[in-house]
């Protein structure tokens, strides 16, 4: 969940499509010294440029990536470029050398291409942005990095790496970042990655991915590709947009805002608890009724703190909301979560942080094709973190949607 705060990644054109722009001579739109100075202020306003400024100290980003300066000689060890690599634009590095693995007829001789969420997991993705491409070097895979700047800007790069007929796209980051490229990659035949840079990282974890960025790039290497589901939400203001991991309404929205706001430096599970609790103590009481267009199955009304409609086990870094969903089941998993009183709230809280999972008592669950979901009062629907819009929203599962590289399978 990155939630407002997290101001580039939010409420990202929900379905409508980016024209393809003509790449640009420098680079990419972020490589302008505008984009640039604009990722920057972002960065000192969210206290991440802290870390993204260690980063570029550490050799992690290249120095012209963030500041439009002349790029060091390839050869300086001050900025952590090793023979073998060059800056071939600003914000760009390609790793030479043939690949061996057995992504090698998957690549057909171009470079993986990784977009860069630099401010995903509170800067996380800028810290280990050195170690990532030591490890594609180290696998003998050649890649490209990219910095992005907003999810259009994302989405817009992606489709024209699509069209310039690339074979693997990355997204570093966490599940909102994956979103903008799954939505980029609909319908082509790309294989898409991911590599777990985010607060959440809850669908690379139901992928079976490591939450180490150089132990999951090793297992996406040696791994196998596999098709798996998206969701498709389409909210009432018309907006359309897919979702790879968790969304609802509810507690969860509130949460999102404070996970990415006054709870963005907390660690992993910590940081949504934290939240969760401090949405809970503003929360007001909301009625949801669930509705199954073209099936049968009775309508489902509860009073909750949450509802969710999941295509990954959990969201929020592990909170097991929908624990039998499956990412290539073609289902979606809907979960109320009951209101709960003070005291359920603080008996529960050392197992959220200690396991991640919830009582079934408190669980009301119903896997489906679509559901189509209506509040008792104002609600915004939240796909992955990301704002999508105003319910009543309806959800369907999008079977088979893309090709991801997950660890092979025993």
Known sequence: MTGRAHAFWSRADCGVAVPRQEPDQRGSLCDSPP??????????REGAHRSIWSGICSGSFPKG?????PVPHPDNPRWGLSRGLRVDRLGRVRQHGQPVSNLQDILGGSPALV???????????????????QAFEAEKIPAEFALTATAKDLESRARSAIADGRHLLMAMGGDGTLQGLANAAYGSDVLLGVLPAGGGNDFAAALGLPKDLVAAIHAMVNGQPREVDLLRARTSDGCQRLYVGGGGVGLDVDASVHAAGIYRWLPGRLRYVASAVQAWLEFTQLNVRAEFPGSEEAMMQESVLLAGVLNAPSYG?????????????????????????????LALLPRLLIGGTLPDAYLKQKQSRRVLLRTDRPCFFHGDGEILGPAPVEIEVVPRAVKMLAPRTR
């Open 35 to 44: 984009e640039m100075r604009k990722i920057w202020q972002l960065a000192t």
């Open 115 to 133: 977009f860069v969420n630099p401010l995903a997991g509170g800067g996380r993705a800028g810290r280990h942005l050195l170690r990532v491409r």
């Open 65 to 69: 990536a963030l500041l439009h300066r």
């Open 317 to 345: 870094a592990g909170l097991r909301v929908a624990p039998d969903a499956r990412v290539d089941d073609g289902w979606l998993n809907l979960s109320f979560v009951k209101s709960l009183g003070t005291r359920e709230v």
